[in-house]
């Protein structure tokens, strides 16, 4: 079983912020998992935000590209997502994932609230 535990939203920031996420990933094959992030607002369905290979081959959504920046530390079991020039619909509950061979694992999730 794979544990995923995000941290770093929880607060408020304004339009034009900066914000960054963690994800902290147990197990001894975290260089091996597919990671990625994402999100879900009220009332709309969980979207991909980002995701980064093994490999550290990283893709985004068309929402999010040039503002946000997907990395790993393999060392750390970590998984960040650097969050630049926020706007009012980046709001949402954003999730941390691990996939290895078609295995997927879900962290709970961390409120990002972009208002000014």
């Known amino acids: 079983q794979v544990q995923l535990v995000e941290s770093g939203g929880g607060g408020l920031v304004q339009p034009g912020g900066s914000l960054t996420l963690s994800c902290a990933t147990s197990?001894?094959?975290?260089?091996?998992?597919?990671m990625g992030w994402y999100r879900q607002a009220p009332g709309k369905q969980r979207e991909l935000v980002a995701r980064i290979t093994s490999g550290g081959s990283a893709n985004y959504a068309n929402s999010v590209k040039g503002r946000f920046t997907i990395s790993r530390d393999n060392a750390k079991n970590m998984v960040y997502l650097q969050m630049n020039s926020l706007k009012p619909e980046d709001t949402a509950v954003y999730y941390c994932?691990?996939?290895?061979?078609?295995?997927?694992?879900w962290g709970q999730g961390t409120q990002v609230t972009v208002s000014s």
């Open positions: 994932n691990a996939d290895l061979y078609g295995n997927t694992w």
């Open positions: 197990g001894s094959i975290f260089s091996l998992y597919a």
